[in-house]
């Protein structure tokens, strides 16, 4: 079936710092690819995503390219700050709106 | 505009118990998720509704868990009895879902289930 791998946690980071968070799938067919962000004590939020090969999703200064030769949809972020601390969720949808997500990664922005 | 509610945000209680979750979805969305998110683990899909019909419901345990969506609306997930396996945060979503293709899913915030 359909799987995400991410890259484990926690992650801490000064500010200002780049940021990658991995992410590797596994699917049949094509399927469309997602971060999600879960700030503390808040329900999940979309941050991009990407719909089909060689598409790049962004928002709020991060990005992640759909890398469909290596199967991978890798977060970055050129300068982050203390307010990214979160749960980062990276996902896919196979179709039939069904969402597998990975394992999250928490990342923890120090001053 | 509200965002997904849902209701208790935290519950404790024994094994063996019953519990249910409430979900009030972001008005005039016609989807309807449940998920249960394991410490340390990403969300995994208990239960899919289109309006009121139950679409997907490969991974919901039916020997214990049970969930309804009358008129549409809300939705009321239920677990009897409560296994010490069960603690968990368990999250609604929902979604305008149109015509083909992938619409947003909108997270509530989860109840948190511990079961002790």
């Known amino acids: 079936g359909d799987s995400v791998t991410q890259m484990e946690g926690p992650v801490t980071l000064s500010e200002e710092a780049f940021l990658t968070i991995n992410c590797t799938y596994t699917?049949?067919?094509?399927?469309?690819l997602f971060w999600y962000v879960q700030y503390p004590g808040e329900g999940l939020q979309l941050l991009l995503k990407a719909t089909k090969a060689d598409d790049k999703g962004s928002n709020k200064g991060f990005e992640a390219t759909y890398r469909k030769e290596t199967t991978s949809f890798h977060l970055e972020k050129g300068s982050v700050q203390v307010s990214d601390s979160a749960v980062y969720f990276c996902?896919?949808?196979?179709?039939?709106?069904?969402?597998?997500f990975g394992q999250g990664t928490r990342l923890t922005i120090n001053p | 505009e509200a965002g997904v509610v849902q209701s208790p945000r935290y519950k404790i209680i024994e094994k063996k118990q019953p519990v249910a979750f409430w979900c009030n979805p972001i008005?005039?969305?016609?989807?309807l998720y449940w998920y249960r998110q394991n410490l340390g683990q990403g969300p995994e899909l208990l239960i899919r509704?289109?309006?009121?019909?139950?679409?997907?419901d490969s991974q919901l345990p039916k020997d214990r868990f049970s969930a309804e969506r009358l008129k549409g609306v809300d939705s009321t997930l239920k677990i009897q009895p409560a296994e010490l396996g069960d603690s968990a945060v368990y999250l609604c979503?929902?979604?305008?879902?149109?015509?083909?293709?992938?619409?947003?899913?909108?997270f509530g915030p989860g109840t948190r289930l511990t079961v002790t």
């Open positions: 509704y289109e309006n009121e019909e139950a679409v997907d």
């Open positions: 979503a929902s979604s305008l879902d149109l015509a083909g293709g992938y619409y947003e899913q909108y």
């Open positions: 008005s005039g969305h016609n989807t």
């Open positions: 996902a896919l949808s196979g179709g039939a709106q069904k969402l597998v």
């Open positions: 699917a049949t067919g094509y399927p469309s």
